[in-house]
T-cell receptor, first 110, second 111 residues
């Protein structure tokens, strides 16, 4: 059974500093997805990573995928308040089942 | 462009009552999903439908049934609601190697 683990589960960030969220998964896959969820809202897609070594960047967020290590990272550069949210990674292993990590709740403080 | 439409947004049920959550997508995706979200547990897959006419159990299917009515619609039914089914339910549609799109969620409380 696929397990997707994120850490940390809670992250208090100081504005202007850099941080990383880690996503490990237990079964071989080359398809990993990152989502953001604001409180009380639905999920919105951030990144789709489809191969070993894939790197995607959008604004202050950068995601990468190492399929050999079964690891993805979401790097946050110079955190700002607008990045406060919960971030989820998700993996699909058989083209149909999309399995999610528990989420990392990010709070950015001044 | 509506994406994924989920109804209702809120619902309160008494223990033992039944209800159906409706979901429709207009993106011509083959795969559709029902998840539940509980605090600290991420999203857990209840049922999924890889294509029209097929449905399969996910991680937490007990107490639920689904129907893939056609390519657009995928409904989730609670036959006899229990307090443990209090949760936020999300429907999603997905095409492999692209992003999944989520509905706005249904906040269900079972008293």
């Amino acid at each position: 059974e696929l397990k997707v683990e994120q850490n940390p589960l809670f992250l208090s960030m100081q504005e202007g500093k850099n941080y990383t969220i880690y996503c490990n998964y237990s079964t071989t896959s080359d398809r990993l997805y990152w989502y953001r969820q604001d409180p009380g809202k639905s999920l919105e897609s951030l990144f789709v990573l489809l191969s070993n070594g894939a790197v995607k960047q959008e604004g202050r967020l950068m995601a990468s995928l190492d399929t050999k290590a079964r690891l993805s990272t979401l790097h946050i550069t110079a955190a700002v308040h607008d990045l406060s949210a919960t971030y989820f990674c998700a993996v699909d292993i058989n083209d149909y089942k999309l399995s999610f990590g528990a989420g990392t709740t990010v709070t950015v403080r001044a | 462009n509506a994406g994924v439409t989920q109804t209702p947004k809120f619902q309160v049920l008494k223990t033992g009552q039944s209800m159906t959550l409706q979901c429709a997508q207009d993106m011509n995706h083959n795969s559709m999903y029902w998840y539940r979200q509980d605090p600290g547990m991420g999203l857990r897959l209840i049922y999924y439908s890889a294509s029209e006419g097929t449905t399969d159990k996910g991680e937490v299917p007990n107490g639920y049934n689904v129907s893939r009515l056609n390519k657009r619609e995928f409904s989730l039914r609670l036959e006899s609601a229990a307090p443990s089914q209090t949760s936020v339910y999300f429907c999603a549609s997905f095409r492999v190697k692209t992003e999944a799109f989520f509905g706005q969620g249904t906040r269900l409380t079972v008293v």
